[in-house]
């Protein structure tokens, strides 16, 4: 399987774009996902906790000013 750089972002930003304020959570141990979002302007906001998941994950919000 060929990665593709950049789909990711391409995909939060077109969202972003259409909504102007996004909430995405991961799990603690995505560091990749965590740096993406940090570097398009997410802030963490909080700490999820899914009932049939064991693991908490990590939540990032985007507003747009």
Do not use: S
């Not at 972002?9 to 996004?22: E, Q, R, T, Y």
């Not at 740096?35 to 939540?59: M, Q, S």
């Amino acid at each position: 399987m060929k990665i593709r750089k950049g789909i990711g972002a391409f995909c939060i930003n077109w969202a972003f774009k259409k909504c102007g304020h996004l909430r995405i959570d991961t799990h603690g141990d995505n560091v990749v996902m965590q740096n993406l979002l940090k570097k398009l302007g997410f802030t963490r906001c909080g700490t999820i906790y899914v009932e049939e998941d064991d693991y908490p994950r990590i939540a990032f919000e985007k507003i747009r000013d």
